[in-house]
C-alpha cells in the first residue's frame, strides 16, 4: 500500500463515521420528539389552596366534610361494653413456660440416644470386671463406692 491508499481510506473511514454519527443524531432527535409528544405532565389538584385564575379554579377539590363523629363514637363503646363471657378455662394453659422450655424439647432426642449409649457402656464395664474378678461381692463394693462419690 502506498501512502496516497492510506490517506484515501482514512478519508472513507472518516466519512462513513461522520454519516453514522449523523444517522444517531437524527435518531435520537425523532425519539426526543417522540417522547414529548407521549409524556403528558399530571394536572394540578388543588386541595387547601384557592387559586384566583379561571381555569384553574375549575381543579380546585371541594373541601372536605366532617362526618358524624358521635355516632362512630357511641359505636366503640357499646362495642368496648360488651364483654365476652368465658365458660371454660384452663389453668394449666396460663402457668408460664420455663425459659428454656423449648431447648430441652429440642435436645430430648439427643438425650435419649445418649442415655442408651451411656448405660450399655456401663453394662460392658460391669461385665468386663466380672470376666477378671469372679468375686461379685468385691465388685458390688468397688460399683456402690464408685456411685456415692459421684
Known amino acids: 500500500m502506498t501512502e496516497d491508499d492510506k490517506v ?10 461522520k454519516e453514522r454519527l449523523q444517522n444517531l443524531k437524527r435518531k435520537n432527535e425523532d425519539n426526543i420528539q417522540d417522547k414529548s409528544n407521549v409524556i403528558q405532565l399530571p394536572t394540578p389538584k388543588f386541595r387547601s389552596y384557592k387559586p384566583q385564575d379561571d381555569a384553574l379554579k375549575e ?6 366534610k366532617a362526618g358524624n363523629i358521635e355516632a362512630e363514637v ?3 363503646l357499646q362495642a368496648a361494653m360488651a364483654k365476652p363471657v368465658i365458660d371454660e378455662l384452663d ?5 408460664p413456660r420455663k425459659p ?7 435436645v430430648a432426642k439427643k438425650l435419649e440416644k445418649l442415655e442408651r449409649r451411656t448405660q ?3 453394662a460392658e464395664l460391669i461385665i468386663s ?17 464408685y456411685m456415692s462419690k459421684n
Open 8 to 17: 484515501g481510506t482514512l478519508v472513507d473511514e472518516a466519512l462513513k463515521r
Open 59 to 64: 381543579k380546585a377539590l371541594e373541601d372536605g
Open 74 to 76: 357511641q359505636d366503640q
Open 91 to 95: 389453668i394449666s394453659n396460663l402457668a
Open 100 to 106: 428454656d422450655w423449648d431447648l430441652k424439647r429440642d
Open 120 to 122: 450399655k457402656s456401663i
Open 129 to 145: 470386671r466380672l470376666k477378671k474378678e469372679k468375686d461379685l461381692a468385691t465388685i458390688v463394693n468397688v460399683g456402690s463406692n
